[in-house]
């Protein structure tokens, strides 16, 4: 196997500290900005050249959310990709 064979079945989340990341579809995300108060440039940031990002096709401009493991359960998290 080539190691660009070997590169290209790695996938970022099969490692076990990297949650689920999802792109929000456009509709979703206006009512996610009322329901939270905030607008979209007041969101955290991430790159697009974030491996997570890049792995699911994220662009500049999209929303992401990240479902969270910790010790209280799942929490979900939103990033812009800017």
Known sequence: MSKSEQKKKFSV????LVPKH???PDPEVGKIL???KV???K???MLPN???????G???GDVVRIYRKGPGGEA???RLVA
């Open 13 to 16: 989340f099969d490692h076990v």
């Open 22 to 24: 999802e792109i929000v």
């Open 34 to 36: 009322e329901e939270l």
């Open 39 to 41: 607008s979209r440039d």
């Open 43 to 45: 969101l955290p940031k």
């Open 50 to 56: 974030d491996p997570a990002a890049k792995e699911i």
């Open 58 to 60: 994220a662009k500049k």
């Open 76 to 78: 979900v998290y939103y």
